[in-house]
């Protein structure tokens, strides 16, 4: 399976990945404000997945374990649509003593969709530095 877990040797990959997806994915955000530190400050303390190709990276996932929170899923949008969310989800998710919980932006209709499609509730609605969001809780095994 090409989901496997974080090299030290990936992390410039993925910063391009998050940098990238998330310009993509919160267009309503300042595109200035995002950087490629952004991915080491936000996965600081995680744990890291990743959907690796033969010749490229394709997205990651990241988990703040204490909590079985899921942090981070990004996969690149010319892979949208193959399953690799699917694969890294599953692959983070795989072990949780609780159900796996994830912070969505609310205007982010297409995760919104990708989590409802899997069973995913929302929880509740708060507010973040990108926007309104819903805690999604996943479905219990």
Not at 29 to 48: C, P, S, Y
Not at 76 to 90: C, D, I
Not at 121 to 140: D, K
Request: net charge neutral; proline share 5%.
């Amino acid at each position: 399976m090409p989901v496997r877990e974080f090299k030290e040797s990936d992390r410039s990959q993925l910063r391009d990945i998050y940098l990238e997806t998330r310009r993509q994915a919160f267009y309503w955000l300042n595109a200035d404000t995002l950087t490629l530190n952004d991915f080491d400050d936000d996965t600081k303390g995680e744990r890291i997945w990743v959907y690796a190709l033969p010749t490229e990276l394709a997205g990651f996932a990241s988990v703040w374990e204490p909590d079985d929170f899921v942090h981070h899923l990004f996969v690149l949008p010319k892979y949208a649509g193959r399953g690799f969310g699917s694969q890294l989800l599953a692959a983070c998710t795989a072990g949780m003593k609780n159900p796996a919980r994830f912070k969505c932006v609310s205007q982010n209709t297409k995760a919104l969709a990708f989590y409802r499609a899997k069973g995913w509730q929302t929880l509740s609605i708060g507010e973040s530095a990108e926007g309104e969001y819903q805690l999604m809780q996943a479905p219990r095994p």
